[in-house]
């Protein structure tokens, strides 16, 4: 069956640096990949989709970068800001847009 | 407005009741999920209807039955609770079924069984 693991459930990190977040899958081939983030007490919501054909997308101050060789996308927050906290969740497609989700990565960044 | 919104947004009550949760979203969009996400935050699809047809049913207890009187609404049925019902259910909308369609969540059900 499928696995995706999330490289850590937690990441501390500084204001200003950069988020690395890790998503790894196992015995799957997806078309696609996406990245929600979740607050506490409230839904997941969409940041960015990457397509299996694309190595890396950016909005703002977010970038994704899909390795399907490797079987990992990499999230990357630059200039991470304290409201940056969240968990953050991979999700893969399973068809029909049926997304199998990541257990997420819980980030804090400190002040 | 809100777009994908649920009601209620807490739920006690005792095991062996019967209960509904209520889903509705304002996006036009013709495709709805359930979700569960247990205690260990792991999120998992239980439903999805579009155009009021079941297209996807994962292996739930048949105590979980999802009702859509439209496309604008799903509604999530469970019979019988039982204390491993306890958990956060989300529900989701997008636009079809295409592989490249961003799913917008609501704010979650927290259900608590006694």
């Known amino acids: 069956s499928q696995k995706i693991e999330q490289n850590s459930e937690a990441l501390n990190i500084q204001e200003g640096k950069t988020a690395t977040l890790t998503c790894n899958y196992t015995?799957?081939?997806?078309?696609?990949l996406q990245w929600y983030r979740q607050d506490p007490g409230r839904g997941p919501v969409f940041l960015l989709l990457?397509?299996?054909?694309?190595k890396e997308k950016r909005k703002e101050r977010l970038k994704v970068t899909f390795d399907t060789t490797l079987k990992q996308s990499l999230f990357h927050i630059t200039a991470s800001q304290p409201a940056d906290s969240a968990t953050y969740l991979c999700?893969?497609?399973?068809?029909?847009?049926?997304?199998?989700f990541g257990t997420g990565t819980r980030l804090t960044v400190i002040p | 407005d809100t777009a994908v919104s649920q009601t209620p947004k807490y739920l006690v009550t005792q095991m062996g009741n019967d209960k509904s949760i209520k889903c509705e979203q304002n996006?036009?969009?013709?495709?709805m999920y359930w979700y569960k996400q247990d205690s260990k935050k792991f999120l998992k699809i239980m439903f999805s209807?579009?155009?009021?047809?079941?297209?996807i049913n994962e292996t739930v207890p048949n105590r979980f039955s999802p009702k859509s009187p439209d496309k604008a609404h799903l509604n999530l049925h469970i019979n019988s609770l039982e204390l491993g019902d306890s958990a956060v259910y989300f529900c989701?909308?997008?636009f079809g079924t295409g592989y490249d369609q961003p799913q917008h969540f609501g704010d979650g059900t927290r259900l608590s069984i006694l």
């Open positions: 989701a909308s997008s």
């Open positions: 015995n799957y081939s997806p078309a696609y």
């Open positions: 990457i397509r299996e054909n694309e």
């Open positions: 999700a893969l497609d399973g068809g029909a847009n049926n997304l199998f």
């Open positions: 996006l036009g969009h013709d495709t």
């Open positions: 209807y579009n155009n009021k047809e079941l297209i």
